[in-house]
Each structure stands twice: as structure tokens, then as C-alpha cells.
């Protein structure tokens, strides 16, 4: 079954270095918890200049195999049946953007997400972004998308949720509560997973199909395991980036020292701050709506208050549903989130 399912993988496992040509990774050290795996990643430079134009394209290239099921790619035989199909994943975006206003064009940043999955991890959607968008019942405010893997006859199923924010802390926090409010609402939970049952897009491999669905996942009362992976990717604005970039024009180093520059900052970044506000989420007993707002000082007092009345001791621990999961992040910085969401959504709907 595995060979039959590597056969639907897309992209192929020798094109996984592609995304790293214009999304290079910074290398970190391992998060102290081996149940967390973060990464970090930066548009590419020719010179000075970012290379969004290239980056843009490299989505662009995706739409279809992000927005269609496998059977309807499976249809297209002759470059007439492929502008058909571009043609029509277009259109459906249009509609789906129509209805987001230009603060919420979520749609354009699950994209990102489901590229890393697809190249890095070698996950692959569990159902077509367009199957769940032409269902009424399916709520993003809580979770993105899924994919699944297959490996050693074991599944691994990747929920995920994407933010684009200003504030990466409050981009860390929301991202957390999104995914930790799908766990807490069993009845909402189980409504999405019947809809992805509803949609699932296997290529109508019925073997796989069944084997899928017998885990626990889909099935509660399933004797056969299956692991869980939260998947979150988080695009913000950083103004060290501009910083190094304008150094860069100043004294005239070379792309490589200023790359050099960008990963050295980043790796320091990560590891000292950002690890840090993912640790402290985790570690809240209650991942309450209200903190996201709140300053760190105000949440650690409101733990403390908290720890100090024995009567909600077992309330806090049995609400926070995640912080024993696993984990991947991904962060992308960038100068301006706004202006690149702006520019994304053009350069996505004139092509």
C-alpha cells in the first residue's frame, strides 16, 4: 500500500529542494522538547531586493494541486484540459476572496502552509481546500487543513492553522487557541472530522481509504493508533530585517554577508525569544481568548491566582488540550506583512 501511495505524492521527493531555493531555512538548534520541531525561513535575495516576484510565482505554480482533488487532475490529458482547470481554480478563488474582506484573505496564506507540508514533510492533504470551501459546515476559524502521512505503517495527521500578524506573540497565542479550542469542543470536533470524511481525496484508493479511516482518529473506538502532528505557520513583520537590509545598502556587502546577516540574526532570535513565547503558551494551564491581549506580567498573575484556588485546579488542567502535542512551526519574516499580503493577492488574481 505504501508504493501505491507514493505514487500519489505530490510534489516528487527529488523536488523537495526547490522550495528551499527560494525559501531558504535557517538552521537552529533543537527546541529542548523533542515534541516540538521549529523552523524558520526567508524569502531569498537577488542583491538587495527580496525575491517576491519569484516566491509569488513559485505559489502561483500550486494552485491547482492545492485546489483540486486528485481525480480532477487526473482528468486533464492536453494543455487545453489544463487551462481549463487553471481557469476554473481561479474563478473559485475569486468567489472565496469575494467574501474575505482584505484583512482575512486567509485562503492565500494556507497556501504557504500547505507547500511546506507537501515539500518538507512529504505530507499530503487528507481533502481538496476546494472540496472543504463548498461545504457550509467547515469553520477555518479553528482549523485550517489536513494532511496525513504514511510511514512504517504508521499515519501521522497534520492539523494546521496559518497566521499572518504584525506580532508574532500574538500570532504564537492565537494560532494555539485556534487548534486548542478544536480539541476542547467535542461536538464541533467531531462535525469537522465527519466533513473530511465526507471529502476525503485518496485518488479512490479504497485500501488506504479504509486503513485511514479505522484509526482512532476517525474512529474513536478504533484499536489502531495513529499521531497526531499541530502544524502552525506564522508570517510577521520584522523590523531587524529592514534594519539589516538598509546596513546592507549602507556599506555595500555582498548578498552573501547580508544572508549571512539575516540567518545569524534569526538563529539568535529564535532560540532566545521565540522559543520562549511558544514554552510559555504551552505552559499556561488555561488558554483563555482574553490573554491574547494581555501582557505577559498579567498572564503570569493570572496563573498565579489561579494555582492559589484549589477549587479550578482540575478545570485548568482539563482544559488545555494541546500542550503535550506534537508540534511544528514555521516562521517566515518579512518588512511588511500588509504590504506583502497586498501584493500576493495581485500577483495571484492577474496571472
Given at each position: 500500500m505504501?508504493?501505491k501511495?507514493?505514487?500519489?505524492c505530490?510534489?516528487k521527493?527529488?523536488?523537495k529542494d526547490?522550495i528551499?531555493?527560494i ?6 538548534s533543537a527546541?529542548s ?5 521549529v523552523n524558520c525561513?526567508?524569502?531569498d535575495?537577488n542583491d538587495?531586493?527580496?525575491?517576491r ?9 500550486t ?9 480532477e487532475l ?5 494543455p487545453k ?13 475569486w468567489d472565496?476572496?469575494?467574501k474575505?474582506d482584505?484583512?482575512?484573505?486567509g485562503l492565500l496564506w494556507?497556501?504557504?502552509?500547505y507547500l511546506l ?8 492533504k487528507l481533502v481538496?481546500r ?9 469553520n477555518?476559524k479553528?482549523l485550517d487543513l489536513?494532511h496525513?502521512?504514511l510511514?512504517?505503517w ?14 508574532i506573540d ?8 485556534s487548534?486548542n479550542?478544536?480539541f ?6 467531531n462535525e469537522?472530522?465527519?466533513?473530511i470524511?465526507?471529502h476525503?481525496d485518496?485518488?479512490?484508493d ?8 479505522d ?6 473506538s478504533?484499536t489502531?493508533?495513529?499521531k497526531?502532528i499541530?502544524s502552525?505557520f506564522?508570517?510577521?513583520?520584522s523590523k ?7 546596513i546592507?545598502?549602507?556599506k ?8 549571512k546577516?539575516?540567518?545569524n540574526?534569526?538563529?539568535q ?12 503558551t504551552?505552559?499556561?494551564?488555561y488558554l483563555?481568548k482574553?490573554?491574547?491581549?494581555k501582557?505577559?506580567?498579567e ?5 498565579e491566582?489561579?494555582i492559589e ?8 488542567e ?7 502535542k ?5 516562521f ?6 500588509e ?5 500576493f493577492k ?6
Open positions: 505504501e508504493e501511495f507514493i505514487n500519489l505530490w510534489p521527493k527529488d523536488e526547490d528551499l531555493w525559501l531558504p531555512k535557517i538552521n537552529l527546541h522538547d523533542t515534541k516540538i520541531k525561513h526567508f524569502i535575495y538587495s531586493n527580496q525575491r516576484n519569484d516566491y509569488f510565482e513559485f505559489i502561483n505554480d494552485l491547482l494541486n492545492y485546489m483540486l482533488t486528485r481525480k487526473k482528468w486533464a490529458e492536453h484540459d489544463w487551462k481549463k482547470l487553471n481557469t476554473d481554480a481561479k474563478s473559485k478563488i472565496i476572496l469575494k474575505e482584505e484583512k482575512s484573505d494556507e497556501w504557504n502552509l507540508l507537501e515539500y518538507l514533510e512529504n505530507a499530503k481538496s476546494m472540496s472543504l470551501d463548498t461545504s457550509t459546515q467547515w477555518r479553528w489536513v496525513f502521512k510511514h512504517e504508521t499515519i501521522y495527521i497534520y492539523l494546521w492553522e496559518s497566521k499572518i500578524y504584525k506580532n500574538g500570532a504564537i497565542k492565537d494560532a494555539l487557541l487548534i479550542t478544536f476542547l469542543e467535542n461536538r464541533y470536533k469537522q472530522i465527519t466533513i470524511k465526507q476525503l485518496l485518488s479512490q479504497k485500501e488506504l481509504e479504509d486503513f485511514l479511516l484509526t482512532k482518529f476517525f474512529t474513536p478504533s489502531i493508533e495513529h497526531e499541530l502552525i506564522i508570517m510577521f513583520d531587524e530585517l529592514e534594519d539589516i537590509e538598509k546592507h545598502d549602507e555595500f556587502i555582498t548578498k552573501e554577508e547580508l544572508i546577516d539575516i540567518k540574526y534569526y538563529k532570535y529564535i532560540e532566545s525569544e521565540i522559543y520562549k513565547i511558544i514554552d510559555d504551552l505552559k499556561l494551564q483563555k482574553s490573554w491574547i491581549k501582557t505577559k506580567e498572564i503570569e498573575q493570572d496563573i491566582n489561579w484556588s484549589p477549587k479550578k485546579t482540575k478545570t485548568i482539563v482544559d488545555n488540550k494541546i500542550k503535550n506534537n508540534f511544528i512551526f514555521y517566515i519574516p518579512v518588512k511588511n506583512v504590504e506583502l499580503r497586498i501584493d495581485k500577483h495571484i488574481m492577474k496571472n
